[in-house]
């Protein structure tokens, strides 16, 4: 058993990426069509009667769940690299993701990683700073991270740095990966090494507010600290949210990212009681 088996917890949804009413050059919607063609979400552009030019709506069925502009995803996708995140030159607090990414949880994507493309793992990486981001405004609940190699939290100095402030916060957090590099005290986060595949094939990160990281499965360690937060998606609190990513072969990501409160605690509980 491994957590592999999370995978196909994901229902099959029919999600698109509708550019409405586009007035910028053709290139951009070439783009964004790139970055999703491998992956089960269309990309499409329609002139939309009384839609603001350049916005993107997040269509489910025949239903708009999420709309954003198009700056907002060239500023978070598609003009950037993911030595954005790994550099540090993009913060957790500064980062705000638009509403048609993070809307497209419960989608089952498969990713590339470099050298087979330069742009696919991008999207796993944004979203992995937008977990980040809503634990560090929670400033309480347990943040769960892997990294396969902990040595990747000293070598990319973004990732230090996030985990870092991660640490100085009321949020409990716990990294899991293999050994070969063992954090300091002063980073503020509990370490967990393993060498079977759950530590060098997976990638997740995952937050539980304060009453969801009591529930059975991460009763036994020690609670965090309570705080208030705001988390962007909800409004007016914070969501159990969950990027569980395997490694099926060399730099092919399986995975999803997830807001549904039960399937974030069975994969928290696994976690918990196994890594």
Do not use: C
Request: hydrophobic share 35%.
């Amino acid at each position: 058993m491994s957590l592999t088996r999370f995978l196909d917890r994901v229902p099959d949804r029919d999600r698109s990426l509708v550019v409405a009413n586009r007035t910028g050059p053709a290139v951009l919607q070439r783009m964004l069509e790139t970055a999703f063609a491998e992956q089960p979400v269309d990309v499409e552009e329609t002139d939309v009667p009384d839609v603001d030019d350049d916005v993107v709506l997040l269509v489910e069925g025949d239903e708009v769940v999420a709309t954003s502009p198009f700056s907002a995803l060239q500023e978070t996708l598609l003009f950037v690299n993911s030595d954005l995140y790994r550099t540090g030159t993009q913060g957790i607090e500064t980062l705000d993701l638009p509403d048609v990414l993070t809307g497209l949880d419960g989608v089952r994507f498969s990713l590339r990683s470099y050298p087979q493309s330069d742009t696919e793992k991008l999207l796993l990486i944004v979203i992995s700073r937008y977990i980040e981001r809503v634990s560090w405004q929670a400033d309480g609940g347990r943040h769960r991270a892997s990294f396969q190699s902990l040595s990747r939290i000293r070598d990319e100095r973004g990732t230090r740095e996030v985990y870092g402030t991660l640490g100085d916060t009321g949020t409990d957090v716990h990294v899991y990966g293999v050994p070969n590099w063992v954090p300091p005290a002063s980073l503020g986060v509990t370490i967990h090494g393993g060498y079977t595949e759950d530590f060098t094939d997976s990638w997740f990160v995952l937050f539980r507010p304060d009453e969801d990281a009591r529930a059975v499965g991460d009763g036994g360690e020690n609670g965090a600290g309570t705080g208030p937060a705001s988390n962007t998606r909800a409004g007016s609190s914070v969501d159990p949210v969950a990027l569980l990513a395997i490694e099926q072969e060399r730099g092919l990501w399986d995975g999803f990212w997830t807001f549904d409160p039960d399937l974030v605690d069975d994969i928290a509980s696994y976690i918990a009681t196994r890594l």
